[in-house]
């Protein structure tokens, strides 16, 4: 028979005794998990550049979109994770306590120019869009005068001389 614990509170509530340790079990198991996430990634991005150096040219996006259940984006996180490893190893003690976070936190610094763009547009891409406003903004006419702003005096030039003829 189970024993009873009473539950602080203005409710007379009885709960079995072993269950705080279970939640608190659990909870180490999560922690374990996320402290060992560096790791697997680290693992996955290996095995990722093994299959990428066998596949052929030009096949790699069709590859991870047919094989994988993730995004083209993680592969390539794996993939970075794994060959940035001697890094990670250099900063960090263990990289078995490193979550996936972590490790990405460590080699932020090392990003090129174009990588923190990149990764910048993704985030303002995952914001929430407006289909109006983007059908505005993507109009024919729109994107032309877009275009026609843009465009240096020469290149309006050889615009007007197209239009003319």
Same mark, same amino acid.
């Given at each position: ?81 794994? *060959?940035? @490893? ?5 900063? !960090? ?6 979550? =996936?976070? $972590? &490790? +990405? /936190? ?8 174009? *990588?923190? @763009? ?5 985030? !303002? ?6 289909? =109006?406003? $983007? &059908? +505005? /903004? ?28």
């Amino acid at each position: 028979m189970n024993d009873l614990v009473k539950s602080p509170g203005p409710a007379d509530v009885t709960l079995p005794s072993e269950l705080p340790a279970r939640i608190n079990d659990a909870h180490e198991k999560v922690k374990q998990a996320l402290q060992r996430g560096a790791e697997h990634a680290i693992e996955a991005g290996r095995l990722l550049l093994q299959a990428k150096a066998t596949v052929r040219h030009g096949n790699w996006l069709e590859w991870v979109g047919t094989n994988c259940r993730f995004a083209e984006r993680t592969a390539q996180l794996y993939m970075r994770l794994a *060959e940035e @490893r001697p890094l990670l190893e250099a900063k !960090t003690q263990r990289i078995a306590d490193l979550t =996936v976070n $972590d &490790a +990405i /936190k460590l080699l932020e610094p090392l990003k090129s120019p174009e *990588e923190t @763009r990149l990764s910048s547009s993704i985030r !303002t891409r995952n914001k929430k869009r407006d289909p =109006v406003g $983007d &059908a +505005i /903004k993507n109009t024919p006419l729109a994107i032309l005068e877009r275009a026609w702003e843009e465009a240096k005096e020469n290149e309006r030039q050889i615009f007007r001389k197209k239009i003319e003829a």
